[in-house]
């Protein structure tokens, strides 16, 4: 019988674990993907394919439980502002990980979180922003991105084809500005029969303020990148959103485009796939 209870257990402490094998799997992987992005084909024979396919599966095939979850956005490439589009790479990832799952011989469940069009091109600015400082102000930011392929069916539709609809389901990520614990209890119970989960007393991930993002974009450039991250949790922590005002971005004539663009989309990928039975519902572990 599938024993949920005990799969959850083992991959909160599996996502909680702070490991460093992301960064060792991911360097090869993004050659790869660039490599591939070039070509316009993923070329699997790559070298550098290779070599994150092997990073990766010998990660897999460490894990004492044959169940696990893996996580991470980067998989899918870059953010907006260093593209001008939504995950360009993204069907070059469910391409490769189509085909390494399928040489383990797993039953995979792909589980996507989208947010709206609007939200998402302020938090990538936002992003963005504290990777490479006042390069660029949000209007010339906005200017460069093409508005028109920021459907998230670009990301979906990629493992739709490679693994099946029944093995994809789409979430809705505004839910965790809504509560945190509900968030996390909704991912797990997925797979989990895990009840009443609590990992988390307040926000993890902060906003810059208009009053840190102002001092940040003047520091910046005689910061390291280690001191970069530092002075980050110190500006968060000084000029907090709940006593500081939060960056006005988009104006409203540029967030009513997006919505009126992209939610009713959006909408539908949320209903129609927001399944709770996957794929991995009827595999049996010992």
């Not at 589980?111 to 390069?135: A, M």
């Not at 920021?150 to 693994?163: A, M």
């Not at 093995?167 to 509900?182: A, F, Q, S, T």
């Not at 840190?212 to 980050?232: D, H």
Request: net charge negative; hydrophobic share 35%.
């Amino acid at each position: 019988m599938y024993n949920k209870k005990r799969l959850g257990e083992e991959n909160i402490r599996i996502l909680l674990a702070k490991e460093n094998y992301k960064e060792d799997f991911l360097k090869p992987y993004n050659r790869m993907l660039h490599k591939s992005y070039q070509v316009g084909r993923l070329v699997v024979e790559d070298a550098d394919c290779i070599e994150a396919e092997i990073a990766l599966k010998s990660r897999i095939m460490a894990l004492k439980n044959n169940n696990f979850i893996y996580s991470d956005e980067r998989l899918l490439g870059s953010i907006l502002g260093y593209t001008s589009t939504l995950y360009p790479k993204a069907r070059y990832a469910s391409e490769f990980l189509r085909k390494l799952l399928f040489d383990l011989n797993y039953e995979t469940t792909i589980i996507l979180y989208i947010r709206n069009q609007d939200e998402l091109v302020e938090s990538s600015y936002l992003q963005y922003f504290r990777e490479q400082g006042p390069k660029h102000d949000f209007e010339s930011f906005y200017q460069g991105l093409k508005l028109e392929r920021l459907s998230w069916r670009n990301v979906v539709d990629p493992f739709v084809s490679d693994f099946s609809e029944d093995c994809v389901i789409i979430k809705n990520y505004g839910l965790i500005r809504e509560n945190l614990d509900y968030f996390i209890q909704d991912f797990f119970q997925i797979f989990s029969d895990l009840k009443d989960i609590k990992l988390y007393e307040k926000t993890i991930n902060p906003s810059f303020s208009v009053k840190a993002m102002e001092i940040y974009g003047i520091v910046f450039p005689y910061l390291t990148s280690q001191e970069r991250n530092k002075f980050q949790k110190v500006l968060k922590e000084s000029f907090p959103l709940d006593e500081y005002p939060a960056p006005f971005l988009l104006t409203s004539e540029q967030r009513e485009s997006l919505i009126s663009r992209y939610n009713k989309e959006n909408k539908m990928l949320v209903t129609d796939m927001a399944k709770t039975e996957t794929c991995m519902e009827n595999k049996d572990i010992d």
